[in-house]
């Protein structure tokens, strides 16, 4: 497996990491905890080191799939985790609110460690940005659980160049979780330059576009309950029928290097910067694999811009206005 290092921040990982949260929230029901450890575990074994997750997905159980599916492997994996939203202790409910105070990003991290039976939490992401909480108080509390040992890396999720940019001033920033894919390109004009600038990595969710990229998605598509892409603008009928002109273009130059949709949007990613790391998600070993393959695509210059001409043509919103007010700024 190769590896990159986040940024000039020294923290080295996987060129491709795991993202967990299907494994326990948004896309149906939790799936199976003795099938996702072997998928986990799986994914150590084929040399995967980069593991994501937050205690809002499920809320608390993927935190804990993880913490007890990878413990035999402490000290050789980094686990990226996040803080700031508003949570009923219970688990009951998924999230109210967002909620960055110093008080709630030190209970986090404190029950994170022992949600993932670690002694330190390899990368701590502000999960979005909190209007209410000035981002240099959040920054600074980071740094302090860093000074104390609690913490070793300090991320953001989804947030503005500005932001970006006060709060490295303050504590140094890692990495920037936000979603980038062929059909979200949004961090491309401003955001991808200032992480060049300063020194941090990029880890894009949502990499193959919630499955969309993968090529088995069609107009006809159904999502089942629980399944949020259901609600999502862009997965509406006439927004995947009108996008299928990219998922042509990327099986025809699949076909041509005896690859997958899936891996030829993956290896445009890896292609951008050298200190990309995408999280795509799965819960099956097949698709792991298949995602891990894409490490030795090599695309040429005609495929990538053949690819961006097409990706220039996607039609419809990411998020629900509500949803897409909660990216930072």
């Not at 799936?31 to 150590?44: I, P, S």
């Not at 402490?74 to 409910?93: N, W």
């Not at 404190?110 to 959040?138: C, G, M, T």
Request: glycine share 10%; charged share 20%.
């Amino acid at each position: 497996m190769q590896t990159r290092e986040l940024g000039r921040s020294g923290l080295m990982v996987s060129a491709i990491g795991l993202g967990c949260m299907g494994m326990s929230f948004s896309y149906g029901p939790p799936k199976d905890k003795a099938e996702m450890t072997k998928v986990l575990r799986g994914a150590v074994e084929r040399g995967v080191t980069f593991f994501d997750t937050a205690e809002v997905y499920g809320p608390f159980i993927n935190e804990e799939l993880l913490g007890e599916a990878l413990e035999p492997f402490k000290g050789q994996i980094v686990i990226a985790t996040k803080f700031g939203f508003k949570l009923d202790p219970t688990g009951q409910q998924r999230w109210s609110g967002l909620d960055s105070s110093p008080a709630n990003i030190r209970a986090v991290a404190e029950a994170s460690l022992k949600r993932l039976r670690v002694e330190a939490l390899d990368l701590f992401y502000q999960h979005r940005v909190d209007p209410n909480i000035p981002i240099e108080e959040v920054a600074g509390t980071v740094g302090e659980l860093i000074r104390e040992g609690k913490v070793k890396h300090f991320g953001l999720s989804e947030a503005g160049t500005a932001t970006i940019r006060r709060a490295h001033a303050v504590q140094k920033v890692t990495a920037l979780q936000s979603e980038y894919s062929l059909w979200f390109r949004q961090v491309e004009a401003e955001t991808l330059p200032l992480l060049e600038e300063l020194g941090i990595g990029l880890v894009p969710y949502s990499p193959l576009g919630r499955g969309f990229l993968t090529g088995t998605i069609d107009a006809k598509t159904q999502f089942g309950d629980g399944d949020f892409r259901a609600n999502l603008p862009r997965f509406a009928p006439e927004a995947m029928a009108a996008n299928q002109a990219l998922i042509a273009l990327l099986t025809s130059i699949a076909a041509a290097h005896k690859a997958t949709p899936a891996q030829v949007s993956l290896a445009w990613l890896l292609s951008r910067k050298p200190w990309i790391v995408p999280i795509p998600g799965t819960t099956k070993l097949s698709r792991l694999d298949e995602n891990l393959g894409s490490t030795q695509l090599f695309l040429s210059q005609e495929d990538l811009s053949a690819i961006d001409a097409a990706a220039a043509l996607v039609q419809g919103e990411r998020y629900p206005e509500a949803l897409e007010a909660l990216t930072g700024k």
